[in-house]
């Protein structure tokens, strides 16, 4: 069974910086392409970032482009998301998850993955 079970959220000023962690298990984390989401209160899952299996490419909403980092160590089961220059509008509760489908493009689409952490909630006050 596929568990994600990230870490890492809290509550900062603005400006500050965090990083997510996400810990995967129950299947081979190294063929599956990761992303991270977030959800605030009212509004829709979006996408942030994603990282293809191995690494090699990243994709990020326009949103946090040049704030955020996504990256993963395959040896660890570990994807991250490290977060810096955080605004109040990054507030929301940010979700790990892994591609339905092995060995595709980082998707930006919820539905294109399968399985989900519980979730951390960041809250960036102003």
């Known amino acids: 069974q596929v568990q994600l079970v990230e870490s890492g959220g809290g509550l900062v000023q603005a400006g500050d910086s965090l990083r997510l962690s996400c810990a995967a298990s129950?299947?081979?984390?190294?063929?599956?392409?990761m992303g991270w989401f977030r959800q605030a209160p009212g509004k829709e899952r979006e996408f942030v970032a994603a990282?293809?299996?191995?690494?090699?490419?990243?994709y990020y909403a326009d949103s946090v482009k040049g704030r955020f980092t996504i990256s993963r160590d395959n040896a660890k089961n570990m994807v991250y998301l490290q977060m810096s220059s955080l605004k109040p509008e990054d507030t929301a509760v940010y979700y790990c998850?892994?591609?339905?489908?092995?060995?595709?493009?980082?998707?930006?689409?919820?539905?294109?993955?399968?399985?989900w952490g519980q979730g951390t909630q960041v809250t960036v006050s102003s």
């Open positions: 990282i293809t299996w191995g690494g090699a490419r990243t």
């Open positions: 998850a892994s591609e339905r489908v092995t060995y595709r493009m980082g998707s930006t689409t919820v539905r294109d993955y399968d399985h």
């Open positions: 129950g299947r081979t984390f190294s063929s599956y392409s």
